[in-house]
């Protein structure tokens, strides 16, 4: 064989183990990497933060029902009326068109049940079936209110117009994300503080952090407020209820994972 052709091969057979090498000490490297939270004696310290907030929104839902014959067009007709007249008051009131809600239209109809008499004489009377006397239409809308000075005299105002009831009161925060990250800088930090104080009892060092988990329960109190028809026509007129939106509780829980030193 030639020297130069074989000089040549040997200089490639060379590159290629070289080559190899450094491809397995790559994968290695980065396979140890992938696994290396798990491969170290680590320690996990949970904590908590909390921060309180004012609700600054006021959320209610308001229905109105109509029941009548079997004169579908006329019930819906006038359970759209009602409704609308209510959503209209709601929007004089200053409530925008995006935080009024149609949770829903529903039609139903109504049914008229016969006893059926007992056997005379051993025979068997036949019993008059069910038959559809009427119908009833529930349509069911959901209202947030910014400016919770507003948000009592709303309650009663929108039975004024028509709706028959008024229910699920509840407060929320529009934004809660300030909040929530003080309550999570909060919580991270008493978990810090934990782990030098677990690390200090337990005779060793905290090494580098390895992972954090987060865990958020928000709390919204929901109020059951309803005004309801009286049995003979509109309701009377009430004085509005008064709205305390109190304040909540933003909680953040985490979990940090150290290595062992």
Request: proline share 6%.
């Amino acid at each position: 064989m030639n020297p130069k052709i074989k000089d040549f091969i040997g200089v490639m057979v060379g590159v290629g183990v070289i080559g190899f090498i450094i491809v397995s000490w790559m994968y290695v490297g980065a396979f140890s990497k992938s696994i290396e939270p798990s491969s170290f004696r680590s320690f996990a310290v949970s904590a908590e933060g909390k921060e309180v907030a004012i609700p600054d929104i006021a959320q209610f839902t308001f229905s109105v029902l109509t029941q009548g014959g079997n004169d579908l067009e006329s019930l819906q007709t006038e359970n759209i009326t009602k409704t609308n007249q209510a959503i209209d008051y709601i929007k004089e009131q200053g409530v925008e068109a995006k935080d009024i809600t149609t949770q829903g239209f529903n039609i139903s109809p109504r049914y008229q049940n016969y006893s059926c008499p007992r056997p005379v004489n051993g025979e068997a009377v036949p019993c008059p079936p069910v038959e559809i006397v009427g119908y009833s239409v529930t349509q069911t809308v959901q209202v947030k209110v910014r400016d919770l000075t507003k948000a009592g005299s709303m309650l009663s105002g929108v039975v004024d117009k028509g709706a028959n009831t008024v229910s699920q009161l509840s407060f929320m925060l529009d934004d809660r994300d300030e909040k929530e990250s003080e309550a999570r800088a909060q919580a991270i930090e008493k978990a810090k503080q934990k782990a030098k104080a677990v690390a200090q009892a337990g005779g060793f060092r905290v090494g580098r952090l390895l992972s954090i988990q987060e865990s958020g329960i928000p709390y919204y109190p929901v109020y059951d407020r309803a005004f309801a028809e009286s049995a003979v026509g509109a309701p009377t007129q009430a004085p509005a209820p008064s709205v305390e939106p109190g304040s909540q509780d933003i909680t953040v829980n985490v979990t940090l994972v150290y290595e062992i030193r």
